[in-house]
């Protein structure tokens, strides 16, 4: 019969098979996916992994201290943290177009990633320990969707590390392609992940970089990480985490009202607060949620972030609207 044991028992046995004694690279996202791959591999084969996690500066609060810090002790997995922040926000200078944003970040990301994994690979090169393995968390239902099968992932690498071949050939290991969403939550909270990590809402790779509608830039970003935390830690408090499926928390910086606060008149952006509910993010609706954890957090944001002086509820289903307002 199925249970978590007995899924973690077969992968470890199935991952131990397939790596012996080479080593492999996973990527972390902050997902749950990445994570609880990269756990179940660290269990099998220790520290023969090593994991890369790619700090792009359009993290949530508190998420790379979640991968760095709180990851790190439930697995005791060799972590490499590139912090490209810069990278990101020089890449994205002048930017507002939601597609050329996705475009960017996608492709910066890429590039720092396999940087990062070209150095680990040059390390470990001669050892005769080589890195020839790709985590991935594949789960079930994107092989489903993608047409089934699997193979090697090929890697090019455009970057000049002295000595690497051209395209690096890696195996991918994917534990989870077995399994579905709330079967993966199991086998976490089985390994000993963080709660925060095991039951995370949907967030977006591009993360705030598309939740800032207009020019990405440092102090937007510190603003809206203020005002999404603030948002995220009431809803919390309020028992909504499971009711609403995600609660994007949108900075509109190129629009400005007027407002009042302490002795004077102000002109500050709105924050937008874009709770859903949803089976699959396919479909949603807004969450009816109550008025007075709205007004808890309206007040918070508007006397704690500077810069904001109202926030806006999202009404809108999807469709019309995307869940994401970029
Ligand atoms: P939309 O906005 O299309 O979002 O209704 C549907 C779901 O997908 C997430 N989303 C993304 N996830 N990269 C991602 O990894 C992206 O570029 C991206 N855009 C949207 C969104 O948060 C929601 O869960």
């Known amino acids: 019969s199925w249970t978590t044991g007995n899924v973690i028992e077969e992968q470890v046995a199935a991952i131990r098979e397939q790596v012996g004694t080479k080593r492999a690279i996973c990527g ?5 996916d990445s994570a609880v791959a990269a756990a179940l591999v660290q269990k099998a ?29 439930a697995t005791g997995v060799q972590l490499k943290v590139v912090d490209a922040q810069e990278r990101f926000l020089t890449a994205l200078a002048g930017v507002s177009d939601p597609e050329e944003k996705r475009k960017i970040i996608g492709r910066e ?9 070209a150095e680990i690979v040059a390390e470990s090169a001669g050892t005769g320990e080589d890195v020839a393995f790709l985590v991935q968390g594949t789960l079930y239902p994107d092989i489903v969707e993608s047409g089934g099968g699997t193979g090697t992932a090929n890697i090019k690498s455009h970057h000049n590390v002295g000595g690497l071949p051209e395209d690096l050939e890696f195996e991918l290991v994917e534990p989870l392609r077995q399994l579905f969403k709330d079967e993966v939550r199991m086998v976490g909270q089985e390994l000993g992940l963080p709660e925060e990590i095991v039951q995370r809402q949907p967030f977006p790779g591009p993360g705030l970089g598309i939740r800032i509608v ?3 830039t440092k102090e937007r970003l510190d603003l809206l990480r203020e005002a999404d935390a603030i948002a995220r830690e009431e809803l919390t408090a309020a028992g909504l985490d499971r009711e609403i499926w995600q609660c994007p928390v949108v900075l509109l910086a190129d629009v400005r009202s007027v407002g009042v606060q302490g002795d004077g008149r102000t002109y500050g952006h709105p924050i937008v607060l874009r709770p859903v509910s949803s089976e699959d993010a396919m479909t949603a609706d807004w969450t009816r949620m109550p008025y ?6 309206s007040t918070r944001i508007t006397n704690e972030v500077a810069d904001v002086n109202r926030v806006v509820l999202d009404v809108t289903s999807k469709p019309p609207g995307t869940i994401e307002w970029e």
């Open 109 to 117: 990301f890429i590039r720092v990633f396999e940087q990062a994994q």
């Open 28 to 32: 972390l996202s902050g997902g749950v």
């Open 214 to 216: 207009g020019e990405v």
């Open 45 to 73: 084969i220790g520290s023969q992994l090593t994991c890369v996690y790619v700090d792009h500066g359009l993290m949530r609060k508190g998420e790379t201290e979640q991968v760095e810090k709180d990851f790190v002790a």
């Open 292 to 297: 007075d954890v709205l007004a808890k957090i």
